[in-house]
């Protein structure tokens, strides 16, 4: 089972369409994530980079939506780009009245050149996201690593919002 099948699973509840939204600058890793938190047997093995954009159905257990916010830690150079993406996100008229949850990937966190989550997580100045939850996961996309604590705290947002 992949970790959003599982979700479903642990909450017990009727599978319902879930709508998550996975963004971020290309080449972050968003495609590499998805992949991963589907069941091993659907993952596929090649990647390439997303023309367009692309919509991936998962069988979940609740309604309305939540976000992940995916930053390729290791890419200094176009973080104050990712912060204008966001920024951009948070004023949008749809999301910009909404609680709604926003899963950060501080992705890429096996390379070298990568900077701790807290430094990503500042240089994005997060701590301004007042009226939503939010959270940051260092992740390695490719080893799986990191996935599991980010979709762990988004159910329980979730389970909070059903509450
Ligand atoms: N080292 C490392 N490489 C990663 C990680 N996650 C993704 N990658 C690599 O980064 C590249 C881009 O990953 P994608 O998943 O295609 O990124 P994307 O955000 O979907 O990119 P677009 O489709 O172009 O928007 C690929 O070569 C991945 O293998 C990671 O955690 N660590
Ligand atoms: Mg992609």
């Known amino acids: 089972m992949g970790l ?21 600058l290309d080449n972050s ?20 980079p997303t023309i367009g954009f692309s919509i991936e159905k998962f069988k979940s257990s609740r309604e309305g939506q939540a976000i992940i916010f995916v930053i390729d830690s ?18 949008h008229p749809d999301i910009k009245h909404r609680r709604i949850p926003i899963l950060f990937f501080a992705n890429k966190m096996d390379l070298r050149d990568a900077v701790t989550s807290v430094k990503v997580s500042q240089l994005l100045c997060l701590e301004n996201i007042k009226d939503k939850p939010w959270h940051i996961c260092a992740s390695d996309a490719i080893k799986g690593e990191g996935l599991q604590e980010g979709v762990d705290w988004l159910q329980d947002q979730i389970q909070a919002v059903k509450t």
């Open 29 to 48: 890793g968003k495609t590499t994530i998805i992949n991963k938190l589907k069941p091993s047997n659907a993952q596929s093995q090649d990647i390439v």
């Open 4 to 24: 959003l099948d599982r979700l479903s699973g642990l909450l017990g509840l009727k599978k319902k369409e879930v709508h998550v939204l996975c963004l971020g």
């Open 74 to 91: 290791s890419d200094r150079l176009r973080m104050v780009v990712a912060k204008e993406e966001l920024d951009t996100l948070l004023n």
